[in-house]
């Protein structure tokens, strides 16, 4: 059965937004309540690709030798209604 999520009131919530991210960037759920009524849930973001340098995605992609031809980006521009 999984854990329950943590619970912050506002005024809780707003001092302790520092430590609330933190947990939360550790896979935590955390709920914010007002009047002890659940009103929103700070939930992990899953970045989908973790890009952080040049050349991440080398030996990923294939590019053709017409890559940068005029009828490829021709091709390209019909595609995008700009011709």
């Known amino acids: 059965m999984p854990e329950a999520a943590a619970q912050f009131n506002i005024h809780d ?38 890009r952080a340098a040049r050349g991440s995605l080398a030996g990923q992609l294939v590019v053709t030798d017409d890559w940068d031809s005029p009828a490829v980006n021709e091709a390209i521009a019909r595609d995008f209604g700009l011709t």
């Not at 609330?20 to 007002?34: A, L, M, P, T």
Request: charged share 30%; no cysteine; net charge positive.
């Open 13 to 50: 919530a707003k001092t302790n937004l520092s430590r609330i991210i933190e947990r939360v960037e550790h896979g935590e759920e955390i709920i914010i309540s007002r009047a002890g009524t659940p009103v929103a849930k700070v939930i992990p973001l899953n970045r989908r690709v973790d």
